[in-house]
């Protein structure tokens, strides 16, 4: 959305589309299993859109949760042209999967392989996305003319990176507003997961595609499809395998998020429960597959779960006293300013929300810039805020909205 344009608030668009659906406050609430002064506070700009609710709303009138959000945002500016100039490569490339690859390409060996597939997923932690997503077509591309000149084992672990190197394309797209492009490369991570051999790695492309779910609001299939994606890893418990500890434990936490959002507290505390016993045997700092899971990972997660339900005071009760350790990845820390910056807005502490989402810039900026929650916790800090402070507005500014 361009600067000099006034912004377009989630509720605002959720209102349109429901009268473009022939739909009143009250039928939209029955149908979305909300209740009708949440419906009217958001349309109003009141209060925030909080993922659930928009992802219900979406469910209920037929239309793309990305439509609500107003997905992709632009800003305008040289440095949003660079960081959205990867998308068609990437999508072309994302597209090209079961091509043959292109000539002229040597791929290099598998370790040197691994070593590139290890640097885009440090990319990916540092919400560095420019210079993971321009780097990313080509290493995909890479991956493939290998994977089309090996065979047995080798193929198969050549495919675990390949699925690797597709989620963290998958993150780039989600994070910049590509949700059609996002689901399409999560099909890839499980196709490249089931052909890597690799029970582990199809469990993370299983997570992944929960999350496909959850954006939905098929919560309590995601639910099922989770439990079942744990039941395939759990015999490894037994055997001291910390990645798969890792793996059922961030299972949890996906599920502790679709209970969450279906309004199920306690089945999602249940889960967090199990997350956190789970990562007592893992070693802090550990990166199984990507997915970044410790004891740090469930406490960030612990806070974002109180804000999915919509439960403030709980996510700042949650936040007390948490420290992180420097493993912690930038992306992950950063969620966690974002999440928490919402549940002091629940709260009713609007001056702690604007300074907690300026720890969450400070943190992950190229994260900040592009996620949808940013902007609505900000449109609707304003709507409270009628001398719209320089801190608000220049905060505005930056993230391409205008008060």
């Known amino acids: 959305m361009p600067a ?48 659930a609710f928009i992802a219900a ?35 072309r490339e994302i597209v090209a999967y079961r091509l043959p690859p292109e000539t002229g390409i040597r791929p290099r060996s598998r370790p040197a392989l691994t070593q590139a597939v290890a640097k885009v997923s440090a990319l990916r932690h540092a919400a560095a996305l420019d210079t993971l997503g321009a780097g990313l077509p080509a290493l995909l591309a890479e991956i493939r ?22 989620a963290a394309a998958g993150q780039v797209a989600w994070k910049l507003g590509y949700p059609d492009l996002s689901s399409l490369t999560t099909e890839r ?43 395939r890893v759990e015999d490894r418990l037994t055997a001291g395998d910390e990645a798969a500890y890792a793996m059922c434990g961030v299972l949890h936490l996906k599920s502790g998020l679709a209970a969450a959002r ?3 507290a306690d089945t999602s505390d249940a889960h967090l429960a199990e997350a956190r016993h789970l990562a007592r045997h893992v070693t802090t ?11 740090d990972s469930v406490d960030i997660w612990a806070v974002g779960l109180a804000v999915e339900r919509q439960d403030g005071t709980e996510a700042v009760n949650r936040s007390q006293g948490l420290r992180f350790a420097s493993t912690t990845p930038k992306e992950r820390i950063g969620h966690h300013w974002i999440d928490l910056a919402r549940g002091w807005q629940l709260h009713g502490n609007r001056e702690k929300a604007l300074s907690t989402l300026q720890q969450a810039r400070r943190t992950a900026p190229q994260q900040v810039r592009y996620h949808p929650q940013v902007r609505e916790t900000l449109l609707t800090l304003a709507e409270h805020d009628r001398r719209r402070s320089d801190s608000l507005a220049g905060f505005a500014r930056w993230i391409g909205i205008r008060l």
Do not use: C, M
Request: avoid cysteine.
């Open 57 to 91: 709303t979406a469910r209920a009138l037929g239309v793309d949760h990305a439509q609500l959000q107003g997905q992709p945002h632009r800003v305008e500016d040289r440095a949003d042209q660079r960081i959205h100039a990867v998308i068609p490569a990437l999508r």
């Open 189 to 231: 991570v499980e196709w490249a997961a089931a052909a890597s051999g690799d029970p582990l790695a199809r469990a993370a492309a299983d997570f992944y595609l929960a999350g496909e779910l959850i954006a939905t609001a098929e919560w309590r299939g995601a639910l099922t499809f989770l439990d079942d994606a744990r039941a």
């Open 262 to 264: 279906a309004g199920d």
């Open 4 to 51: 000099d344009q006034p912004p377009a608030r989630i509720g605002a668009r959720i209102a349109l589309a429901r009268r473009i659906d022939g739909r009143t406050q009250r039928q939209l609430a029955r149908a979305a299993n909300v209740s009708l002064s949440l419906v009217k506070a958001v349309e109003q700009g009141r209060a925030p859109a909080l993922t």
């Open 145 to 166: 003319a290998a994977i089309a000149e090996a065979d047995g084992r080798e193929r198969e672990l050549l495919f675990g990176l390949l699925a690797e190197a597709y």
């Open 285 to 295: 700092g550990s990166d199984h597959y990507r997915l970044a899971f410790d004891t």
